[in-house]
T-cell receptor, first 109, second 112 residues
Framework: AQRVTQPEKLLSVFKGAPVELKCNYS??????LFWYVQYSRQRLQLLLR??SRESIKGFTADLNKGETSFHLKKPFAQEEDSAMYYC???????????FGSGTRLQVQP | EADIYQTPRYLVIGTGKKITLECSQT?????MYWYQQDPGMELHLIHY???????EKGDLSSESTVSRIRTEHFPLTLESARPSHTSQYLC???????????FGQGTRLTVV
């Protein structure tokens, strides 16, 4: 069965520090992975997807099939990055998302 | 404006009551989903639909039921609410050829 694991419930960093939010997955086949973000009092929204290979708000994520990881990184954290971050995997059979438990990122001034 | 709407945002209701959580989207999407999320936990898929008259159960067993009579509308019903149903319910939709899901604001349900 497919599974997404986010080992950290909370990650606290200072403004300007590098950030890495960890995501590991188990999936037989070629995965399609996403990062979703939920800012305070806002709805869950797509941050980036691995197939687009783009940088959004300074965040990037690289799919590492050998380590079955899709970690989210940003070189210099900003206070406005404080939010809940969810890693997600598409179930190719149902075309529905399987989510990890989320990591709360706190960026302190 | 294309969007996905959930009502109510918050609901406190007594045990044994029947409730319906509404979800509507004006995005022209065929696929719709319901997720359940307890605080600090992952989102669990409880129902999904590929289109009108299509409904399927998700990963998490749920006593709720859904219907899809119109493309834009995907309500979730609990015939007899219990305290164990207390949770946040998120509705989402996506286009048939796409995997990006768009989420509503959610309904936070408390059963007392």
């Amino acid at each position: 069965a497919q599974r997404v694991t986010q080992p950290e419930k909370l990650l606290s960093v200072f403004k300007g520090a590098p950030v890495e939010l960890k995501c590991n997955y188990s999936y037989s086949g070629s995965p399609e992975l996403f990062w979703y973000v939920q800012y305070s009092r806002q709805r869950l929204q797509l941050l980036l997807r691995h197939i687009s290979r783009e940088s959004i708000k300074g965040f990037t994520a690289d799919l590492n099939k050998g380590e079955t990881s899709f970690h989210l990184k940003k070189p210099f954290a900003q206070e406005e990055d404080s939010a809940m971050y969810y890693c997600a995997l598409v179930d190719t059979g149902r075309r529905a998302l399987t989510f990890g438990s989320g990591t709360r990122l706190q960026v302190q001034p | 404006e294309a969007d996905i709407y959930q009502t109510p945002r918050y609901l406190v209701i007594g045990t044994g009551k029947k409730i319906t959580l509404e979800c509507s989207q004006t995005m022209g999407h065929d696929k719709m989903y319901w997720y359940q999320q307890d605080p600090g936990m992952e989102l669990h898929l409880i129902h999904y639909s590929y289109g009108v008259n299509s409904t399927e159960k998700g990963d998490l067993s749920s006593e709720s039921t859904v219907s899809r009579i119109r493309t834009e509308h995907f309500p979730l019903t609990l015939e007899s609410a219990r305290p164990s149903h207390t949770s946040q319910y998120l509705c989402a939709s996506s286009g048939m050829g796409d995997t990006e899901a768009f989420f509503g604001q959610g309904t936070r349900l408390t059963v007392v």
